[in-house]
């Protein structure tokens, strides 16, 4: 049983309890529930001969913080508690957005709520929005404060009326917190500047080359082309700095118990705005190692499930996402395994699906989507996953060589192939990306562009041709018909839902153009917007899709993620099948055709969906036909079956 279960023992355990809102009394029953694990994963990263007075603050600390919980959110732990594993519904759609680029800042975004109503909406991931350096500052991902409003996003009152108005329309907020760096102008970093040793033992800094050589030889490199090498030497102290990400973002050393301490009060500042997930961004680089790729280590996982049972503690109605874009196999462990599984994170972003969907589409194949997910373990019961088709960042080919010569193809040829597909290289193909970070040595490269541009509407716009218009929308349509009926949340990528293409702005910013993930951080269309209802345009008929889509994953219950999902068997090599499970026979079958023609499947593959079960696809309402003992699916039609 994973802590999480425990709690909702204990409120239906002392219902006077939740019924006097006794919250002070239900926060000491959460710290002697998580006690025991809280000083157990403590001391396995700071050893207790050590660091027992570390342990000591962090215990007088808890409780502090936890008198910060604003009343509403108290009230709002209680129930998230008592209704347990929330996340996991059917009734959750989310959307990912700028601020800035949605619609001009926090006021603009609290004016388009109505917007997100009306396509269904009701959860936000809102990029960084706290203060940054001036120039180039990955998109806010360096942070110079977690919780201090960036000016031209508006202030932190505006940011409170927005919580507060998405509690009322009960749209869920996700937000970053930027846990494994700081920027460079941070106050500790400025401190560390300045010689302040205490603030210096906050970063990985150096006197000279022989730690960070020895470091080199192991880790490595996130920006290969923009930046290289994992070191930035600070001329002012003299010193080499950790930079995994960008040299204007300075690894945190974790290894130092001040520095948990302290990130602890900023994610607790952070949540306390209203805040219902947190996404921890680059979390598998939390722990460093000499000799290691400091990823997905051990200890990085202690940490996060240290911050989760202390946050469970003060915090119980907020969860966490993984962001964790690694092997299929590392991805999953973030859930939590062995002694902490289900206390890690409880959601966690399905990277693999993401990128075998990708490949899918550029093969016309399912042959590598079913090996990889056929070869996944089953995530536990309390975990779910973020969903989606492409986020701000790139696409990288996440999934296993061993998995794509076991197919019988050529791993090397393979990626190769894919990123030709996408980036440009070959004439014939409707995708229109760009290459990011193509190391020439290894062959690596990511894939940055639009939803729409990569499935080919940019091209086909160009080329003022219906027919692959049409064949574009269709395919936008089923790449979000799967990630909406694929168990879990689904996040929309604010624009994909009209057919926003590339943004080539970037180009001409200077601190912008050496980052190409730009070209996917469209700004929201309002004048196409303005004019959906003419039902005509593609932005419209985009649109009205999503809108059914969500409508209709609203009303099945099946939806919601119970680790209900089977893959199925179509015998079409072209044509992805599974099946949302239930146990009251309720179950809805999704089809997919990946390919350009026309696929059949076999009467005998639908199972009890035949013909005599009178199925219906929910996404048109209609019943199907099964002719001479074949289903027909259109090129890149979606179906999702209910039996009649
Ligand atoms: C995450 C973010 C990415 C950022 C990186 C460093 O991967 O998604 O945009 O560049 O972390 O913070
Ligand atoms: C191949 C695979 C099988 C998959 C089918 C559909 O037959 O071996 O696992 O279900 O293709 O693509």
Redesign the pocket.
Known sequence: MNQTSLHHYIVSAYPTLVKEKNFDRLFDLRLSANLTLIKDLFFKLYPEQRHKESFHELLETLPKLYKKRPMPLRAQDIERIEKASWYQSENIVGMQLYVDHFNHDLKGLIDKIGYFEKLGVNFLHIMPITTRPKGENDGGYAVNSYHEVEKRFGTKKDLLTLTEKLREHKIYLMLDFVANHTSNEFSWAKKAVQGDKKYQDYYYIFPDRSIPDQFEKTLPEIFPMTAPGNFTYNATMGKWVMTVFNEYQWDLNYSNPEVFLDMLSNLMKLVNLGVDVVRLDALAFLWKKMATQSQNLPEAHALIALFRMCLQVIAPGVVFLAEAIVAPTEIIKYFGTGSIEGNECEIAYNATLMALLWDAVATK???L???NL?SLPIKPNAGTWINYIRCHDDIGLGFEDHHINE?GWDAKEHRKFLLDYYCQRFSWSPAKGMMFMYNPKTGDGRITGSCASLLGLEKALEENDSTKIQQAVDKIIMMYGIILSYGGIPLIYAGDEIGTLNDYSFLSDKDKRTDNRWVNRPYQDWEAIANLDTGKTYHSKLFFAFQNLIKKRKETPVFADGNNLE???????????YERTSVKNEGVLILCNFDEAPQWVDENQLGSYGKASKAKDLIVGKGIKINEGTLLLHPYQILWLKKG
């Not at 893959?567 to 099948?577: F, G």
Request: net charge positive; aromatic share 6%.
């Open positions: 194949k399912t042959i989507l079913y090996k056929r197919i893959l199925h068997d179509s015998h079409n090599p072209h044509v992805l099948m």
